[in-house]
């Protein structure tokens, strides 16, 4: 477990360094992670100093981050009685969010990772697919592969084999050994999902992209969304309608908890 502490100096410049570099043996849970993240803390003599701790959104973590919390409001009152201390990582709620919207359509994004792979897994087979793109006046040079750990490389991937659904059929007809080409239907759904997750891949570029803090952007970026989600949750499209709703449900669950934080945030933003 990597500890990293950030701080303004004397200077008001914000500082950043890694405080510790911890091994925990398994099951890691929230009582271990809570006692080392402490006993760090006490050797750099900063445990009364913790103003806010920010940890991705996993059960362990949320027992850690209240035994802290515990802990340490016995010997400082804590900012806003506390309601500042726990600071959930947005970018992984917006993770969170997403993989639930993809996986509505887990089979058809492998049907596509599958085809993207097959024509760029030979020369022959790429230069059979441009030379069909081509002619049907679809321009773009190639297709991307994706990073299934990365759900913003899987809509990267998805958005421009949707540029070239039309190729598919007719690569299909001229290699033999392709026989999972995804179907019209298929390109219908993964059409939707993206018009979808769009608003998240820029929001996800703004915030995580970037080596300097983006705290003040994430109100307006997380306000865009929620209208995203909002505006789709009675889509009359009944896969749109249940895969938004499902995301919307795990939305507001984790805003509830973190946009006083991100308020403050925004507020102060000169």
Known sequence: MVITGHW????????????????????????????????????????????????????????????????????????????????????????????????????ITKAIRDSVEFVNRSEGRALMFAEIAQQLHIPGKKLLYDCKTRWNATFEMLNCAIKFKDVFPRFQDREQSYDFCPSAEDWKKAEKVCSVLEKFWECTHIISSSDYPTSNLFLQELVKIKKVLDARVNDEDPFIRAMVRRMKTKFDKYWGECNLILAVAAILDP
Do not use: T
Request: charged letters at 25%; a positive charge; one cysteine or more.
């Open 8 to 107: 303004i100096d004397s200077d008001w410049k914000l500082q950043k360094r890694v405080l510790s570099f911890v091994h925990i043996p398994p099951p890691h849970r929230g009582v271990e992670i809570a006692s080392s993240i402490f006993k760090s803390a006490k050797e750099w003599g900063i445990e009364h100093k913790i103003y806010s701790i920010s940890v991705d959104n996993a059960s362990n973590n949320d027992v850690a981050v209240r035994m802290l919390k515990d802990d340490i409001s016995r010997s400082k009152k804590l900012l806003c009685d506390g309601k500042l201390f726990h600071v959930r990582c947005c970018a992984h709620i917006l993770n969170l969010v997403v993989q639930d919207g993809i996986s509505e359509i887990v089979d």
